[in-house]
């Protein structure tokens, strides 16, 4: 019985052992010769693309079988067409990998029109930075945010959708700016652009995609950072005022949670579909990417600011995210201006 017993342990071990390999080398097999999407709801040229297009080129030999990699961007209602898209249209089984603006799994909560996605059921792979928002104007038009309680300041933006629209809305709100909002810019980039010709004075977006499209506006002051979103001062900007240091004592929390998403502002996630074995694979070779000193020395080189998050970090905020009391998401609603009361 004993020898019978110790044969069964041995078979079970040995079929183990060999089980591990032969899972591993499905997941090869699988990604072998084939392509990956990687889509973001930005235009090229920001941001996003730039976060995006470097990760792609630093994790793609890293992943196993060695799959070829593109970054498809597909802008419009501030990144909300490409998370709808992922989520329901794209090929699912692991070859279609997205980078949703760090605001959506905060919409389907508050502002869940249009939207057809659910951000708590995305397997997620990580998170590569955490990038304060910044409500930058023209020095010559506003060097203070109080400035723009005094007299409108023309600020251009994306959709009602995107963080280029929401923290200028929250600064009107809470703390009597007199933003003009002018909607329908595709990207930071052209946003800047609009700027630059005199179509518009100020933009949001994150701090990151001004030393992206124009260092040279940040070296010589051409633009003032009015605000800036986020639940910690960066360093670059620790002289400007959080928004939610501004507002009244009973707005702190609302403001608060509006800011909070941009602690994963470049999370990367697959939508449901993707195996659990594809999901720790992808999760590997982003760590060690993050990790990777090649990748770093690129970033640095771009300017590209990193706080990563591993998948399962993602996973928990988010979760966390979605307890949100009620009472609290519907005065978030409000005051972006998403409801009518």
């Given at each position: 019985?004993?020898?019978?017993?110790?044969?069964?342990?041995?078979?079970?071990?040995?079929?183990?052992?060999?089980?591990?390999?032969?899972?591993?080398?499905?997941?090869?097999?699988?990604?072998?010769?084939?392509?990956?999407?990687?889509?973001?709801?930005?235009?090229?040229?920001?941001?996003?693309?730039?976060?995006?297009?470097?990760?792609?080129?630093?994790?793609?030999?890293?992943?196993?079988?060695?799959p070829t990699v593109v970054v498809v961007n597909?802008?419009?209602?501030?990144?909300?067409?490409?998370?709808?898209?992922?989520?329901?249209?794209?090929?699912?089984?692991?070859?279609?990998?997205?980078?949703?603006?760090w605001t959506h799994p905060l919409f389907q909560?508050?502002?869940?029109?249009?939207?057809?996605?659910?951000?708590?059921?995305?397997?997620?792979v990580g998170n590569m930075a955490e990038l304060n928002s910044a409500v930058t104007a023209l020095t010559k038009v506003a060097s203070s945010w109080k400035d723009a309680t005094k007299k409108e300041v023309i600020v251009a933006a994306s959709g009602k959708g995107s963080e280029t629209y929401?923290?200028?809305?929250?600064?009107n709100s809470l703390l009597g700016t007199k933003f003009k909002l002018v909607l329908g810019y595709r990207g930071t980039r052209n946003m800047t652009l609009a700027m630059e010709k005199g179509e518009a004075q100020a933009r949001g977006g994150s701090w990151q995609s001004w030393n992206t499209i124009r260092p040279e506006w940040i070296a010589d002051k051409t633009i003032t950072v009015l605000a800036q979103a986020g639940l910690k001062r960066i360093e670059a900007l620790k002289d400007v005022p959080l928004i939610h240091e501004l507002v009244k004592p009973e707005d702190v929390e609302v403001a608060k949670l509006i800011s909070a998403p941009v602690t994963?502002?470049?999370?990367?996630?697959?939508?449901?579909?993707?195996?659990?074995?594809?999901l720790a694979a992808f999760r590997k070779a982003f760590?060690?990417?993050?990790?990777?000193?090649?990748?770093?020395?690129?970033?640095?080189?771009?300017?590209?600011?990193?706080?990563?998050?591993?998948?399962?970090q993602v996973q928990a905020n988010i979760e966390e995210l979605m307890k949100t009391p009620k009472a609290i998401l519907k005065r978030a609603a409000v005051v972006l201006r998403y409801t009518k009361k």
């Open positions: 019985m004993r020898r019978l017993l110790s044969l069964t342990a041995a078979a079970a071990l040995s079929a183990t052992a060999l089980s591990l390999p032969a899972h591993a080398d499905a997941v090869s097999d699988f990604y072998d010769g084939n392509t990956i999407r990687f889509h973001i709801g930005a235009a090229p040229g920001g941001g996003y693309d730039l976060y995006s297009r470097t990760l792609v080129q630093h994790i793609a030999p890293k992943l196993p079988g060695k597909m802008p419009g209602s501030g990144g909300i067409k490409a998370s709808n898209y992922v989520y329901n249209a794209a090929p699912k089984g692991g070859t279609s990998l997205l980078m949703p603006f909560l508050i502002r869940p029109r249009g939207i057809k996605f659910d951000m708590s059921k995305m397997g997620w929401i923290y200028p809305t929250l600064m994963m502002a470049r999370m990367i996630g697959f939508p449901p579909g993707v195996s659990k074995a594809q760590d060690a990417t993050m990790k990777d000193p090649k990748f770093l020395a690129d970033a640095k080189k771009r300017k590209m600011d990193l706080a990563p998050l591993s998948g399962a």
